[in-house]
């Protein structure tokens, strides 16, 4: 035993968390493959209910329509199916989630949209705590989201 508290900060120059990968039998790799084949992203959001990316794509549809209440419900759906994807991968709430992982594009791609559309009806606060989010989980996903 080393007698360091597991509860606590880890001690300076300790690694920090693993990044965390959605498994290659998550719902989000048929999603990408059915949208790249012409599927309609409602179709797919009824068919995988568990899709990160299917909703993320509802929210961008929304919001581009300028339907931000929609949006955010979309995002919000994605975000914490995300979020039950990442638990279940091992996720325990903290350290990076990869852009460059293909599946873990799908939620970080509802996170952006959640933010985007929380800043859009006036939801400053969680707007702020989606964007720290998102860029603690990965830099890249903030640059490559941004440029749209």
């Known amino acids: 035993m080393s007698g360091h508290n597991l509860l606590s900060t880890p001690p300076a120059g300790a690694p920090g968390p693993q990044p965390t990968y959605l498994p290659d039998d998550h719902p ?5 493959r059915e949208l790249e084949a012409g599927e309609e992203a409602l ?4 068919k995988y ?6 909703w993320a794509v509802l929210a961008d549809e929304a919001y581009d329509e300028g339907r931000q209440v929609d ?7 994605g975000y914490h199916r995300g979020l039950d994807a990442l638990r279940a991968a091992g996720w325990r709430g903290a350290g990076p989630i990869p852009w460059s992982h293909k599946l873990n594009r799908g939620f970080l791609r ?3 949209a959640l933010g985007r ?12 705590r989606v964007d720290k989010f998102l860029r603690e989980s990965d830099p890249d996903a ?3 989201l941004d440029q749209g």
């Open 28 to 32: 989000d790799a048929d999603v990408v």
């Open 43 to 46: 179709d797919l959001a009824a």
């Open 49 to 54: 209910p568990a899709s990160c990316l299917a």
């Open 71 to 77: 949006s955010y419900a979309y995002a919000r759906v």
């Open 110 to 112: 509802a996170l952006f």
């Open 117 to 128: 559309a929380a800043s859009a009806i006036g939801e400053g606060e969680e707007a702020a």
């Open 142 to 144: 903030v640059r490559a």
